[in-house]
């Protein structure tokens, strides 16, 4: 509704009469599909898709975001339609309690730029803005105000039977043999989809160290093994450095 129908339909809107949202934001924890989500959205409407890691924009010398900013909406309305995928979007549209350091005021230049880009677009312009990120609590409120990313759209951890989906796509090339798919998505609860890639990417490497041309149960299992263990080291380091 949010995106498609606008660039697939802008005419509907001029009957109805009403204005169309500029973008959405797309929020959930990380590796659960937010990404893979905007790049379907913009296949199904054969729109030019722009991907930008906010990240990388404030990493930019003093000016070079926001420039870059304008530069990345330019493009977007000369290949219109099209939609702009802003990813790690908290990096540059945060809350920030003070601007002391020059660092911090060049990232707020490039956030106004970015505020005024949304702001400037025509009414039913063929641009959509999808934002992405895993700290929607840090937000600045300024840019889900009615008028910009307005559309708040959760993509939550997969359950018992996206699970199941997820793994049927990733085995689907895999030569198993003595698999039970059920009970490997049992012991997956709360694993995302790129989790889920990982444990049979891991199970494929178990069969080739064993000089295997098949995967099986056991496999699988050590995999999951794997990842939980990489997943848990991963949290322990970030309690270090910032607990």
Do not use: W
């Not at 959405?24 to 913009?42: C, E, F, P, R, Y």
């Not at 992405?132 to 708040?152: E, Q, S, V």
């Amino acid at each position: 509704e949010v995106i498609e129908l606008p660039l697939t339909n802008p005419e509907l809107f001029k009957r109805v009469g009403i204005q169309p949202p500029k973008g959405i934001l797309l929020h959930g924890d990380s590796g659960t599909g937010k990404t893979l989500l905007a790049k379907a959205v913009a296949n199904s409407t054969n729109a030019t898709f722009i991907e930008i890691v906010a990240s990388e924009l404030v990493q930019k010398f003093i000016g070079e975001g926001a420039k870059l900013v304008k530069e990345i909406f330019d493009l977007a309305k000369k290949k219109a339609p099209s939609i702009v995928f802003i990813d790690e979007l908290d990096a540059l549209a945060s809350k920030r309690i003070e601007l002391g350091t020059s660092g911090e005021r060049e990232v707020q230049r490039t956030f106004m730029q970015l505020l005024a880009e949304i702001d400037g677009f025509k009414t039913l312009g063929n641009v959509k803005v999808i934002g992405c990120t895993n700290r929607k609590d840090i937000l600045d409120p300024a840019i889900i105000r009615p008028g910009r990313l307005d559309r708040l759209i959760e993509v939550p951890l997969p359950d018992e039977e996206g699970r199941m989906e997820i793994l049927g796509i990733h085995t689907r090339r895999m030569n198993l043999r003595g698999v039970n798919k059920q009970v490997l998505v049992k012991k997956m609860v709360g694993f995302s989809g790129a989790e889920i890639k990982a444990v049979c990417t891991e199970a494929g490497y178990f069969a080739i160290r064993d000089k295997r041309d098949y995967v099986t149960q056991e496999d699988f299992l050590n995999a999951i093994n794997k990842v939980l263990a990489s997943e848990e080291r991963d949290g322990e380091e970030y309690l270090h450095m910032f607990g």
